[in-house]
């Protein structure tokens, strides 16, 4: 079974500065998608930003890129010129060939100004 | 364009007791899945259901179970509640069932069990 891992229960920035949350994930297939997807206090859940694991380009969406390593089977997220209203439980996810996709526990990012 | 609704936004229920959430999905959507997320976790998949069949499920046992109506929406039944089931109920709604289709989602339901 495929397994995500978000090692960093919080993280704080400064405003205007740049973050990286960490996420591995364990997996034999080599078809598969990775997301990043916010959680704010409001509750809903957004995607963020996502990747194609046969791409090697890294994914930009403005001011969130993604670091994806397929052989260490990493995939971080960079936010950069980090706002107050990025504050959010992230988490990552995984999509593979079961199409059940598997989340991590999430990283609380707090932004202070 | 409409957005993934469910209802209620909160319950209670006592132990033992059956509750049934719904789910409206995002318009154009034919998918629809279920997720709970227990304080402080990930969302953990429940199942999934694709044009009223359920193609996917996850580690739940029957007590929970599903349907998907013809114009997509959902429910989501739990019978026998137990207190390990109170929990935010998350559904998200996605456009066939591709790999990189991106779940789009609801506020949740909070369900609390006494």
């Known amino acids: 079974a495929q397994t995500v891992t978000q090692s960093q229960p919080e993280m704080s920035v400064q405003e205007a500065e740049t973050v990286t949350l960490s996420c591995t994930y364990d997996?034999?297939?080599?078809?598969?998608?990775l997301f990043w997807y916010k959680q704010p206090p409001s509750r809903q859940m957004i995607l963020v930003i996502r990747q194609e694991a046969y791409k090697q380009q890294n994914a930009t969406e403005n001011r969130f890129s993604v670091n994806f390593q397929k052989a260490a089977k990493s995939f971080s997220l960079k936010i950069s010129d980090s706002q107050l209203g990025d504050a959010a439980m992230y988490f990552c996810a995984y999509t593979g060939g079961s199409y059940i996709p598997t989340f991590g526990r999430g990283t609380s990012l707090i932004v202070h100004p | 364009e409409t957005g993934v609704t469910q209802s209620p936004t909160h319950l209670i229920k006592t132990r033992g007791q059956q509750v049934t959430l719904r789910c409206s999905s995002q318009s154009g959507h034919n998918t629809v899945s279920w997720y709970q997320q227990a304080l402080g976790q990930g969302p953990q998949f429940i199942f999934q259901?694709?044009?009223?069949?359920?193609?996917g499920r996850g580690n739940f046992p029957p007590r929970f179970s599903g349907l998907q109506f013809p114009n997509y929406s959902s429910e989501l039944n739990v019978n026998a509640l137990e207190l390990d089931d109170s929990a935010l109920y998350l559904c998200?709604?996605?456009?066939?069932?591709?790999?990189?289709?991106?779940?789009?989602f609801g506020n949740g339901t909070r369900l609390t069990v006494t």
């Open positions: 259901y694709y044009r009223e069949e359920e193609n």
């Open positions: 998200a709604s996605s456009m066939g069932q591709g790999l990189g289709s991106p779940l789009h």
């Open positions: 997996t034999s297939e080599s078809d598969y998608y």
